[in-house]
Structure formats: structure tokens, C-alpha cells
């Protein structure tokens, strides 16, 4: 009883101590103290923005825009999203993806939708965000972002925080 009471033991320390650890605790360490692209303008990727899933899911809920007018690139914008609802789907589809065709009706445009920074905290759940060029709601991450020049903008989803 005794030997396969240290089995039990031994691999129990095993199944504690999995050899990914190392490499999460090294993530970790890199999102909480190293990494600000949250806060500087995130690390948008074209690629992932352009996707085709994007199209079935801004199809599913469904998500549009309609332009009213044209933005000249030569200026950075502060744009205001409403409704907020739970989670702003549109917002997500048409300053996040390609999915309604932003860029191509705005060409020169570079959108940031932005979130809570509480959102920057959940492990690969960021990188899937910065891809998208969401940020943070920080007033510091907007200043950088505006800050970066012409053509440069941000959208808020207006009355989220009183609810968040």
C-alpha cells in the first residue's frame, strides 16, 4: 500500500506542475508588466480583420452601415456608437472587421474600436482583440491613438460604462 501510495503522490505533483506552465507564467508576465499595445493603438492585422468569417457573423446578427457623407483622411476622428446592448455586435463588425466594408467606403481610415481595459486581461482572448485593432477605453489610449495623425480613428460605445 505504501508504494503505490508515493505512485499516487508523485503523480499528483505531476498533473500539478504540466509543462506548459513555464511558457503561461512567461505570457502572463508579458500581458500584465510588458506589453501596452492596449494602450498604444493595439497591433491590428489587416489579414485577420479581413477574414471571411467575419462576413457570416456580421450576417448573423445581421450588421450594416449606411454612409451619409464623406471623411476625408487628411484628420483623426472620435466617433460615437449607440445602442450598447450587452455586447456591441455592430460596433464590433463595422470598426473591428471588414465585414460591412468600412475601409473600403472611408479608404485611408484606420478605425480602433475600443473596450473596457479589463478585457486586456484575459489570456489569448487579447490577441484575438489587438488583431482586430479593439483598444483600450483608457484617456491615455486615446490621446495615442489620436495622436498617431491623419486618418487615425476611435469609436466609443457611449452609456457601456455605467452599466459595465
Not at 499516487?8 to 499595445?37: E, G, N, Q
Not at 457623407?69 to 466617433?79: I, M
Amino acid at each position: 500500500m505504501g508504494d503505490r501510495g508515493s505512485n499516487l503522490h508523485r503523480s499528483s505533483l505531476r498533473s500539478s506542475f504540466p509543462p506548459l506552465w513555464p511558457i503561461l507564467a512567461a505570457y502572463m508576465i508579458w500581458v500584465l508588466y510588458i506589453d501596452k499595445s492596449p494602450e498604444h493603438g493595439g497591433r491590428l492585422s489587416p489579414w485577420f480583420r479581413s477574414m471571411g468569417f467575419w462576413r457570416y457573423f456580421a450576417d448573423y446578427y445581421p450588421a450594416s452601415f449606411l454612409k451619409t457623407c464623406e471623411l476625408p483622411p487628411d484628420r483623426p476622428y472620435v466617433f460615437g456608437y449607440h445602442p450598447h446592448g450587452i455586447i456591441g455586435m455592430g460596433a464590433i463588425c463595422t470598426f473591428a472587421t471588414e465585414s460591412t466594408g468600412f475601409s473600403a467606403a472611408f479608404p485611408g481610415i484606420i478605425p480602433h474600436l475600443l473596450t473596457l481595459a479589463t478585457n486586456f486581461r484575459v489570456p489569448f482572448y487579447r490577441d484575438i482583440i489587438l488583431a482586430m485593432g479593439i483598444c483600450s477605453v483608457s484617456k491615455q489610449s486615446c490621446s495615442n491613438i489620436l495622436k498617431k495623425g491623419p486618418g487615425n480613428a476611435i469609436t466609443i460605445v457611449v452609456g457601456a460604462r455605467r452599466r459595465a
